[in-house]
């Protein structure tokens, strides 16, 4: 007899009785934007998480800032770390809600997808190149779906586009929902302890209401907020919410991160030397676009297009490099480590 059982695609796409009533199904999917044989052994949603893990937009996120340029240490979180935390939370998330967890997991990996080197300071940098502004949601839609065309199904990429939440419409999905509510958690408590690693703060500084709520910065605080959106959500029945009462503390603690550590006059000289850095290089590659490489390239796009998904794919030491090269500068010298710029 043996010891294993086949579960394969027919067997994991059983999920009435396991999931929830809001939960997606995999079965239910709005499909890819082209027709595909299914895989025998996989649902929809899976093969989209395993087609995000091998993107090379993915793998750029291990050199991309998340809060600290160029930090000096092994611990900091990068935006790789970071979305890996997302994903934790998110897949928590929804296991205690009833939820389709491979969906919230696929949309975690990929949510980060599209941002530029140097944090969301790259969104100013990159805004007087795009009509209405660059975000990097809508860059990642466009690497998921132009430039690595990865053909993902509509709910996960519906989960890329809207899991800011600057983002409107909101998403579709309650696994999206989980994405949200894990990014801000993901963010402010491993921030909050990265600032306090650097010395920026201490940990009594921290709002006193959030430290009474979730506790510290860390495992503490990421379980305290998990917790408080799992009971929010049974109470609402309906939607992806946060509990009143915590919902008010994570607003303050937020505030006060952005204005003790993302927003900090610390910051502002890292933040200009960032910008200046970028557009500098978008406006080079504007005069040469030879230097674009050929794959990583759409040829149907526009020329400032071309160099915006060409910088903005950077990870922050390919920029810094890159520029000091072309420019002869030492902006990679000057980007002195340890300061925050979200």
């Given at each position: 007899?043996?010891?294993?059982?086949l579960?394969?695609?027919a067997?994991r796409e059983?999920?009435?009785?396991?999931?929830?009533p809001?939960?997606?199904?995999?079965?239910?999917?709005g499909?890819?934007?082209?027709?595909?044989p299914?895989d025998?052994?996989?649902t929809?949603?899976?093969?989209d998480r395993?087609?995000?893990?091998?993107?090379k937009?993915?793998?750029?996120?291990?050199h991309?800032?998340?809060?600290?340029l160029?930090p000096?240490g092994?611990?900091?979180?990068?935006r790789?770390?970071?979305?890996l935390?997302?994903?934790?939370v998110?897949?928590?998330?929804?296991?205690?809600?009833?939820?389709n967890?491979?969906l919230?997991e696929?949309?975690?990996?990929?949510?980060d997808?599209?941002?530029?080197?140097?944090?969301?300071?790259?969104?100013d940098?990159?805004?007087?190149?795009?009509?209405?502004?660059w975000?990097h949601?809508a860059?990642g839609?466009?690497?998921?779906?132009?430039?690595e065309?990865l053909?993902?199904?509509?709910?996960v990429?519906?989960?890329?586009r809207?899991?800011?939440?600057?983002?409107?419409?909101?998403p579709?999905?309650?696994?999206?929902?989980c994405?949200?509510y894990a990014?801000?958690?993901?963010?402010?408590s491993?921030?909050?302890?990265?600032?306090?690693?650097?010395?920026v703060?201490?940990p009594?500084?921290?709002?006193?209401?959030a430290?009474?709520?979730?506790?510290?910065p860390?495992?503490?605080?990421?379980g305290?907020?998990i917790d408080?959106?799992?009971a929010?959500?049974?109470?609402d029945g309906?939607?992806?919410?946060?509990a009143a009462e915590p919902?008010e503390?994570m607003?303050e603690l937020?505030a006060f991160?952005?204005?003790?550590?993302?927003?900090?006059?610390?910051?502002?000289?890292?933040?200009?030397?960032?910008?200046?850095?970028?557009r500098?290089?978008?406006?080079h590659?504007?005069?040469h676009?030879?230097l674009?490489?050929?794959?990583?390239?759409?040829?149907?796009?526009?020329l400032t297009?071309q160099v915006v998904?060409?910088?903005?794919?950077?990870?922050?030491r390919?920029?810094?490099?890159?520029?000091?090269?072309?420019?002869?500068?030492?902006?990679?010298?000057?980007?002195?480590?340890?300061?925050?710029i979200r």
């Amino acid at each position: 007899m043996s010891g294993f059982r086949l579960t394969d695609r027919a067997a994991r796409e059983r999920e009435e009785e396991r999931l929830a009533p809001a939960a997606t199904r995999s079965l239910a999917s709005g499909g890819r934007s082209r027709p595909e044989p299914e895989d025998p052994l996989r649902t929809a949603f899976e093969r989209d998480r395993d087609r995000i893990l091998h993107a090379k937009s993915f793998r750029r996120l291990k050199h991309k800032t998340q809060v600290f340029l160029n930090p000096d240490g092994d611990h900091f979180v990068t935006r790789l770390t970071h979305t890996l935390q997302v994903d934790q939370v998110a897949r928590a998330l929804a296991r205690a809600l009833g939820l389709n967890e491979t969906l919230a997991e696929a949309i975690a990996l990929g949510h980060d997808l599209g941002h530029s080197p140097f944090g969301h300071i790259g969104e100013d940098a990159l805004e007087p190149y795009v009509p209405g502004g660059w975000h990097h949601a809508a860059q990642g839609i466009r690497i998921v779906e132009v430039l690595e065309d990865l053909n993902l199904t509509a709910e996960v990429r519906d989960g890329i586009r809207a899991h800011s939440w600057k983002i409107t419409p909101p998403p579709a999905t309650r696994e999206a929902e989980c994405v949200r509510y894990a990014d801000r958690i993901g963010y402010l408590s491993h921030d909050a302890l990265d600032a306090v690693r650097a010395g920026v703060l201490r940990p009594g500084d921290l709002p006193a209401r959030a430290r009474a709520v979730f506790g510290e910065p860390g495992s503490a605080m990421v379980g305290a907020m998990i917790d408080a959106v799992v009971a929010g959500s049974l109470a609402d029945g309906g939607r992806v919410v946060m509990a009143a009462e915590p919902l008010e503390a994570m607003h303050e603690l937020r505030a006060f991160m952005f204005e003790r550590v993302y927003s900090s006059e610390t910051a502002a000289g890292q933040k200009q030397l960032a910008v200046d850095v970028i557009r500098r290089l978008v406006d080079h590659h504007l005069a040469h676009p030879e230097l674009i490489p050929a794959t990583y390239r759409d040829a149907g796009a526009d020329l400032t297009t071309q160099v915006v998904d060409h910088v903005s794919g950077m990870t922050d030491r390919f920029a810094l490099t890159t520029h000091d090269r072309l420019f002869d500068g030492d902006a990679t010298a000057r980007m002195r480590p340890l300061l925050p710029i979200r």
